[in-house]
């Protein structure tokens, strides 16, 4: 398994922002999927985009693809392919995650079924085996059918990326940390300017931007399946946790947020602390309207609240009008506001400068972009 295809998924409308990730971090891309950016690497490279990407959902190897039409088909050709060469005799494996778009094989129940069967079929007869122990590493693999066309990976994450480590609580409806960061990365922040998100919630918009600020590695706190595979390397898996520690730096800034909700900077700070940014971070109970900095080329990112999250819709055209007054005192920044009610520029008082689609999970949202106001 050193001649990967390696295939790091993303939220639908992230896909440049991650494909630009990947090529920093010294890889050549070789194509780009709605979700997928593909690229050839080995089992360190495995590890080490784990480790260190930001936007992407999870790392899975591409292992095959073949057209199916029937459940037979679908069988045969999983059978035929060379499992031994990656699954040990005693290995475990279920397909836990199956997709199925436009196709005629479209039971996920017997399709996760029928692909475990083909493999165990195969194992049995290489090994020489009656039954197989499955009592070794464990491997977890997703099966994506489109207009009948199968494909296979294995997923060397586990959880999703998003679950940094930092934030076991969290308030209703959190955005993805994953998610932020993608806000974070088309914003072009580097951590250089002063930068607040005024409705912080439990506070991933800017922890996010401070980890990024502070060069932490988003994966240091956390687990990956492919730990517990015994054909990867934990020595070499710790030297690149080692490298990638000796590169945090110390915050040009301090990056503010605030929130209404005394319970929400409580978690903010306590997440904040899990993240290692408490140094780079300062949250405050205050309400939005509040808000006010001298301070010059500013960034705000902002998640607000939105008719489905509180169930009050007066209540938030009362936010976004609020929202807008207050940006009105702030001639000078940057604004990026994920939102998916779709009156938010008319509440707000203003047309954004540019707009994208990005889902937040499997609603819809825009992305409205203001820019400082030319004199």
Known sequence: MNNLTIVATCTFGL?????????DLGYEIG????????????????MNVNLHLRTAGRVLIFITSFDAHSFDELFDNVENYTWEDIFEKNAGFNATKISSVKSKLFSKRDIQKIVKKAIVE??????KLNKLSESGSYYELIVNIKKDKVSIFI??????LHKRGYRENALKAPLKETLASGIILLS?????????????GSGTIVIEAAMKAKNIAPGLN??????????????DFELLKEEARENIKPAEVRLLGNDIDYRAIKLANENARKAGVEDAVAFQKMDMKEFRSRKKNGLMIVNPPYAERIGNEAEVIQLYKDFGKMYENLEDWKLFVLCAHPMFQKYFGEKADRNRKLFN?????????YYPKRK
């Open 188 to 200: 072009g922040y580097r951590g250089d300017r002063p930068f607040s998100d005024v409705m912080c």
């Open 122 to 127: 195969r194992l049995k007869r290489k090994y």
């Open 155 to 160: 997923n060397t994450s586990g959880k999703g």
């Open 361 to 369: 999970g499997n609603m819809l949202c825009y992305l409205y972009q």
């Open 222 to 235: 956390r687990e990956f399946a492919f730990e517990k595979w015994k054909e990867y390397s934990i020595k």
């Open 31 to 46: 194509k780009v999927e709605d979700g997928k950016v593909y690229f050839k690497g080995n089992k360190k490279d495995v």
């Open 15 to 23: 896909e440049k922002v991650l494909k630009r990730e990947i090529t």
